[in-house]
């Protein structure tokens, strides 16, 4: 049992990047921190989309992302105990995991991914319909056990961030994709529609 599994039924996507990043905290740490700055990231992203509360920066890493004004009020407005602190480790440790030599440790990796939990309990009780009734707790007994094998060094974490990134751009740009051919689709039908209305009135004045 994951200590995310609150997050499988309505998040899965969420979920599966989250276990990931939970699932390395023992065996490779700088890969669990990597996966838990991506998890993050994602999630930022998804908020910016869907909250009209919060303004967009121009410049849209994550690290001006999470500094921006109204995306802090959000965070202090949640009810959890220093959370845009806890999103800033995340993002900090992350990016010193993905770029600097530095030895990352099962302490980092786990401190972490507790504060991923945290992030992540606030996002499910904010944005799921229902989910202000969620009680979880973080339970480090729920990490996975694996001997230390630190197999990735930061530019092989800077490969695979970029794999993932063209992966995700390719994810978007066939979601596009089916948006514009469901609109077409949507289109012709009421176009139909239409003309079946029109072929009926034909018929009422002939009769």
Known sequence: MSNFSFLADDWPDVYKAAERAETNVRRDPRASCFHARRTLEWVVEWMYDHDATLDRPHEERLGRLIYEPTFEANLRDGGVSGLVRKVQTIHRVGNRAVHERTPVSEGDAQHVLKELFHFLFWFYRTYTPGGASLSVAFDSEKIPDAELNPTTTPEEIQELQE??????????????????????????????????????QVRAELE
Do not use: F, G, N, P
């Not at 978007?172 to 948006?179: A, D, F, R």
């Not at 003309?195 to 009926?200: D, G, I, K, T, V």
């Open 163 to 200: 794999k993932l990134e063209e992966q995700e751009q390719s994810l978007v740009e066939k979601e596009k994709e089916l948006e514009e051919k469901v609109t077409s689709v949507q289109a012709k039908e009421e176009e139909i529609e239409r003309l079946e209305e029109e072929l009926e």
